[in-house]
Each structure stands twice: as C-alpha cells, then as structure tokens.
C-alpha cells in the first residue's frame, strides 16, 4: 500500500516498463571515447525512459551541459557512436509501455496528470505532447481489442510464442515483448480477474475473445510436459471456467515437428516447442 498517491502510480507504470538493453557502441570516435564516463548515465537515462532527462532529472546535467551547451548536443555525440535507429525504437518501447499502462488504468480509477510525478508527468509530455492525448491513443488502443480480426492478425504476425489454427501460446516470461495490442489483450484478463501465481503459459485465443492461463508443471525440466490445470477467461462476460487434468490421463503429447528434444531452450524457444494437448483442454481450436 502506498501513501502517496504519485508514488503508487508510478509503482503501477513500472510494472509494464519491458526490458531494454542500452544500444552498443558501433562506431567509437575519439570524442565519444574522451566523454565515454560522462555520456554513460545520459544513455542509461534515454534507455529507462525513452527520452532525454531534464536538467533536474540527472545528476551529470550540469556537467554535460559545460562540455557540450546542451543536453541534447551531448547525445548527438551518442547518435555517432551508435545506431540512431535503435534509440527510436527504445522511445517506441516506452510509449507502447504508457500506452499499456494507460489503458489499463481505464479498468479502475484513471489517474489525474498532477497525481503522476514529475518523471512520468515529463514521459508523457516527451512521448505524447500532452496527458490528453495520451489518454486518447490509450483509449483507441484499448477499442481495437474489440476487433478480432486485428488481434488474429497481431497473433500471426507474432515472432514469439507457439503459432496454433485458432490461438497462440506464449510463455509468461515473455509477455513483455510482445505486440503491445497482445500485451493490453492479456491484461483486461489479468487485471480484471487476476493471472494464477503458477501459470507459465498463456493461450491468446482469436476466434473468441478469451485468454487461457495454462500450468505446466515439468515445463521447464521436460520437453513434453503434461498440463496440470487450466484457467479460462471470456472476456465478453467475465466467466472464468478452470479445469484440472489427472496426470494418468495426460499423457506427453508428441513433438513438434523439427523437434531437436533439447529442453534446456529460452523460454521464448520453449514455447514454440511444446505442443499442448489439444483437445483435452476443453477449448475451441
């Protein structure tokens, strides 16, 4: 519980800020190198937030603003000496993980901007201009998911997870990577009713609106795992139906195709490696 109501939405921002790597330096030139320490935390920064800091926002501005004039002048060094398109992309990342949050927010009591604090007031008005437009591109996002079509296409056009006729398997470690429409589609399921602490795998359904959360217990050990409960989502009315499998009666289901019986994958090949047991699950496929 927070006291501070700033402080609580930006815990709640946090949680779907994805993971992103500070590009790597392509093309080291002198001048990156001889200000390499210095320009380090302003790309830190820039990966974090998607943008560059305000004066107050970073310790070394006052630095970086001798040596160069301007904040902005000091990252063009950074552009040298790395690929622009990268440093797009991450600013990219972050709206999409606004927009997710934003979204999402609808579900319960959205917040005011001064109920944000500076930093994410300062994301959003960087990313987007200003909070209402925001709010309204969250809102847009958030209408799509009424188009199934669209979510189909999203899934079949997804590099991850295990592609199926009607659905696909993702493993919930990578949630965050995915396309941010997939992302805000298990997210009405998980903020309105809640993702099982022991699902590892998560089934977006496109014929229908629902989402499944799958427990696999030997996913992780076992190239075949047999599924151990099942949880369903209709998002149309809330009904949530689970479903628990006897072990005896689920047997491993044969490989995929291609199958190279290596278990010790990413999580993100694991996925795509299993093949679950169709027609036991008691879904539409």
Not at 93 to 102: E, I
Not at 174 to 184: C, N, S, T
Request: proline share 8%; charged share 25%.
């Amino acid at each position: 519980m927070f006291r501070d109501e700033a402080q609580a939405q930006t815990f709640r921002a946090s949680r779907f800020r994805s993971r992103v790597s500070v590009p790597k330096v392509q093309l080291a030139n002198k001048r990156f190198e001889d200000y390499k320490e210095l320009l380090t935390p302003l790309m830190t920064f820039f990966t974090e937030r998607g943008r560059l800091p305000t004066l107050e926002e970073l310790p070394e501005a006052a630095v970086l603003n001798t040596e160069f004039g301007t904040l902005r002048r000091a990252f063009q060094i950074v552009l040298q000496a790395t690929n622009p398109q990268e440093w797009d992309a991450i600013s990219d990342r972050r709206r999409h993980d606004l927009l997710v949050y934003l979204a999402l927010s609808h579900f319960g009591r959205r917040p005011k901007l001064r109920n944000l604090t500076p930093v994410v007031q300062n994301d959003i008005k960087s990313l987007f201009g200003s909070y209402q437009q925001a709010c309204a591109a969250a809102d847009l996002m958030l209408m799509s998911l009424g188009n199934l079509n669209v979510i189909a296409e999203r899934c079949r056009q997804s590099a991850i997870g295990q592609k199926r006729p009607n659905s696909l398997w993702v493993h919930i470690s990578a949630i965050e990577v995915l396309d941010p429409l997939l992302r805000l589609y298990e997210g009405c399921a998980s903020r309105t009713i809640g993702r099982p602490q022991e699902a590892n795998v998560v089934k977006f359904h496109f014929r229908q609106p629902r989402i499944s959360y799958l427990f696999y217990p030997d996913f992780d050990t076992d190239p075949h795992p047999a599924l151990h409960t099942s949880m369903q989502i209709d998002l149309r009315d809330l009904h949530v139906h689970y479903r628990d499998y006897d072990p005896d009666d689920n047997p491993p289901p044969p490989a995929p195709e291609g199958f190279d019986g290596d278990s010790r994958l990413s999580p993100l090949r694991k996925v795509r490696q299993i093949d679950p047991p169709g027609n036991r699950l008691g879904l539409t496929r």
